[in-house]
């Protein structure tokens, strides 16, 4: 099936589970470069990446990838990013914008003027190992209907970890928000999301994708101004006939939080619980984010009272529940705002004011 792409491990990181192709280094032996033609071109978002940047540029630079075209798109970063590419990288193209258009909008800008057969989406809090890229787009010339792929994710712990989940949907709502995780950690459906036994999408850190599914389905979305651009992507190459893959053997580390340690949690959940209502509104309609939002305000109402109640009768953790107290007091706050407000308006409306 090419939804296993990469070999008979392939299906355990497709699943989720942790990479048993091999250790970290093992998975790291650089293999041939690309090939002479240019079949890659690397797109590359920035937002006050200054600090993360040079890490991701010099490991595409060593690591074997061939000659690919390197763009970095920055969203009106303030921390000097702009002038480190310009000045200490002057093989890489730059575009700048005047104001952060978001993710998926910067790299619509990339996919334009794209000719290669394919394209590199990256943040630039990820660092690459070596062959990682070549092991990437070598499935893709093996598969013809894999329209996107992802690596394996290597967090802080060193542990590789797959980038597949199930598509979100109201009762995985309902198991987060009413605490089952923690009451019935291997419940089936958190257990569904994060080990699907096909994947819906990958996380976007990094993703592979085949320039002409791209272009097939008109790009991304902007109207996510962030987060749910690469699964409302996964969702309409999955409509056009593309699968969705993971590679087990090409393993890069993610830092995570590169452009959000910039943003403060409140505005990135506003966001996050706008590019979440669109979503459920474009593959469901008004009947799935009528669903979704009695289920969140139920939920936040919950654990309100789950919290406060900790907090009375145990006055020593006090400290150590207020933060998630205040956060469901603010979603329910921005629920009831919500209601008020079409499902189906762009999420930029909801972007953080020092973000625009």
């Not at 303030?78 to 990288?89: I, K, S, W």
């Not at 062959?131 to 802080?156: F, K, Y």
């Not at 008109?218 to 893959?245: H, M, S």
């Not at 087990?248 to 209502?277: C, I, K, N």
Request: glycine fraction near 8%.
């Amino acid at each position: 099936m090419p939804w296993l792409a990469g070999g008979p491990s392939c299906y355990a990181a497709s699943s989720g589970l942790r990479a048993q192709a091999g250790t970290p280094e093992q998975l790291s032996t650089p293999m041939p470069t690309l090939s002479s033609d240019p079949l890659l071109t690397v797109a590359v978002v920035t937002f006050n990446s200054i600090h993360d940047l040079p890490a991701c540029l010099d490991s595409l630079r060593e690591g074997g990838t061939g000659r690919v075209r390197t763009v970095v798109v920055d969203n009106a970063s303030t921390d000097g990013t702009a002038e480190l590419v310009r000045h200490g990288y002057p093989a890489v193209e730059l575009e700048e914008n005047r104001v952060n258009r978001g993710y998926g909008a910067a790299l619509n800008q990339v996919l334009r003027t794209t000719r290669t057969p394919y394209l590199l989406l990256t943040n630039a809090d990820v660092v690459y190992r070596p062959g990682s890229v070549a092991r990437l787009v070598e499935t893709l010339q093996r598969e013809p209907r894999v329209g996107l792929i992802g690596p394996m994710l290597e967090g802080d712990d060193g542990v590789p970890v797959s980038p597949a989940r199930a598509f979100p949907s109201v009762t995985l709502e309902l198991a987060e928000l009413f605490l089952a995780h923690r009451l019935w950690p291997r419940n089936p459906v958190h257990h569904g999301f994060f080990q699907p036994g096909r994947p819906g999408y990958v996380v976007g850190a990094v993703l592979v994708a085949r320039t002409r599914a791209l272009e097939e389905v008109g790009g991304f979305d902007e109207r996510y101004w962030l987060y749910f651009e690469e699964t409302d992507l996964a969702w309409r190459l999955a409509r056009a006939g593309w699968d969705v893959a993971v590679c087990p053997e090409a393993t890069v580390v993610h830092h995570g939080g590169g452009s959000a340690r910039h943003v403060d949690a409140e505005s990135l959940e506003l966001a996050m619980l706008a590019s979440q209502r669109r979503f459920f509104f474009k593959t469901g309609g008004f009947a799935a984010v009528a669903s979704l939002w009695l289920v969140q305000l139920a939920g936040n109402l919950f654990r309100a009272l789950v919290w406060s109640s900790r907090r009375l009768l145990t006055p020593g953790r006090s400290r150590h529940l207020a933060e998630p107290l205040a956060r469901a007091i603010r979603q329910i706050r921005w629920l009831l705002w919500m209601s008020a407000a079409p499902p189906g308006v762009s999420s930029a409306g909801a972007r953080p004011a020092n973000l625009r």
